[in-house]
């Protein structure tokens, strides 16, 4: 309870004393009440906290992807702009919702939650001021809104397919599917999943390079803590079959995708859409509920180093050519984004290789991987197509035709 209270509270006061303090102190302690909630989060950990009827439910998964939320918050604070007292409090509110979603069980409160984190990431994605910023947000508003009422019909069908807005329900029938089905279309847009995910890349590429991390990392993981309650393995005859095509789709258009990208924030669009895609393979297996927030952790840490070696670069556009050369200009930079790709693409001994395994290990026990059905095998070479694009950074600028060096 004390997260709960402490993210509540420090965005409330925070918003009213936004014109009494300055914007550094405003971001500080920012930093300092997303620090406290983590802190609150770990505290108890393995014990489950009950309030408000059973509404708000904290457990070990809500705790755990709490924390991926408050990490993604605290990446975009420490490495986001403080020219506007208003970036810090658009940040703390969305880790707010981000953590209702993690810890309720009821889908009334999910929908509330997914509105009170999404509607700060409408105005985050427009943060620049200019055509593609505007594009991103309009984008991300317009199929925001969409999502939203898709999730809120799923929402009407299963209550009445099961009596009961309690996530995990039991229900059988037409109705039930199709709740389930349009459920998932509603998750599937928030992580990205194809064919849900149209509008990352120009999101990604339209938005400050910390809110593409923001919403690479925290959004996920609010998003896949809901699908962990939903989507449980008593009613995997009903979304099962839905939630295989869109792991095989998302796993393979988007490794593919990436290939053809020449801009680094949508090359990392497209290989959170294949992420998304492997992170639900974990939703198969008896024991997701370990696997998926590993996995988020590890995506996490990954991505948030990458991206922070970006902002680095620009907190704007970052096109590949800029990366050339840049082990020799920049080895520490090189050096960390190395190793967060290598992170992300699951090479063993990092931990990306082993969060990989657990999830492809949750779908080959579960029934739903069958001879001639999605499974491991077919989508776990499609990470290693990623790396081409990224080739250049460790090459010297003057073996690239087009380098900065080239005429030497």
């Known amino acids: 309870m004390l997260t709960l209270y402490v993210l509540v509270g420090s965005s409330t006061l925070l918003s009213l004393l936004a014109f009494a303090v300055s914007r550094e102190a405003n971001r500080v302690l920012s930093v300092a009440a997303l620090v406290l909630a983590g802190l609150f989060a770990l505290l108890g950990w393995g014990e489950t906290v009950e309030a408000f009827g059973g509404l708000y439910r904290l457990d070990t998964l809500a705790r755990g992807l709490t924390l991926v939320a408050v990490l993604g918050g605290l990446w975009t604070l420490l490495l986001g702009p403080v020219k506007k007292f208003e970036f810090p409090l658009l940040v703390l509110y969305a880790v707010t919702g981000m953590h209702l979603m993690a810890s309720s069980p009821n889908l009334v409160v999910l929908v509330i939650a997914l ?116 989507f449980t393995p008593q009613g995997l005859e009903a979304w099962g079959v839905g939630l295989a095509v869109l792991v095989a789709l998302s796993a393979l258009f988007g490794n593919l995708g990436a290939l053809a990208q020449t801009e680094a924030k949508r090359l990392f669009a497209y290989s959170s859409i294949a992420n998304a895609g492997y992170v639900g393979l974990g939703l198969f297996g008896p024991t997701a509920g370990v696997a998926v927030p590993f996995y988020l952790l590890t995506y996490a840490l990954g991505t948030g180093l990458i991206f922070a070696v970006l902002s680095t670069i620009s907190n704007q556009e970052v096109p590949l050519d800029r990366l050339r050369g840049l082990w020799y200009r920049r080895p520490l930079l090189a050096g960390a984004l190395a190793l967060g790709v290598l992170s992300v693409l699951g090479l063993p001994p990092l931990a990306g290789f082993w969060a990989k395994y657990l999830v492809f290990q949750e779908a080959a026990r579960s029934r739903a991987v069958r001879p001639g059905g999605v499974g491991p095998g077919d989508l776990g070479g499609g990470g290693l197509l990623l790396p081409p694009g990224l080739l250049p950074a460790f090459c010297p600028a003057r073996a690239i035709p087009g380098g900065p060096g080239a005429r030497g």
């Open 115 to 230: 509105e009170i984190f999404s509607l700060p990431l409408y105005v985050l994605s427009a943060w620049q001021r200019d055509e593609k910023g505007f594009e991103a947000g309009l984008k991300y508003f317009l199929l925001g809104a969409l999502g939203a009422a898709v999730f809120l019909y799923g929402v009407a069908l299963y209550y009445g397919a099961t009596g009961s807005f309690m996530a995990g329900a039991a229900g059988s029938g037409p109705l039930y599917t199709a709740a389930l089905l349009l459920i998932l279309a509603a998750f599937a847009f928030k992580t990205a999943m194809v064919p849900f995910h149209w509008w990352s890349p120009d999101v990604y590429q339209g938005s400050p390079t910390v809110v593409s991390l923001f919403m690479a990392t925290a959004v996920k993981a609010a998003a896949f803590a809901a699908m962990l309650r939903i």
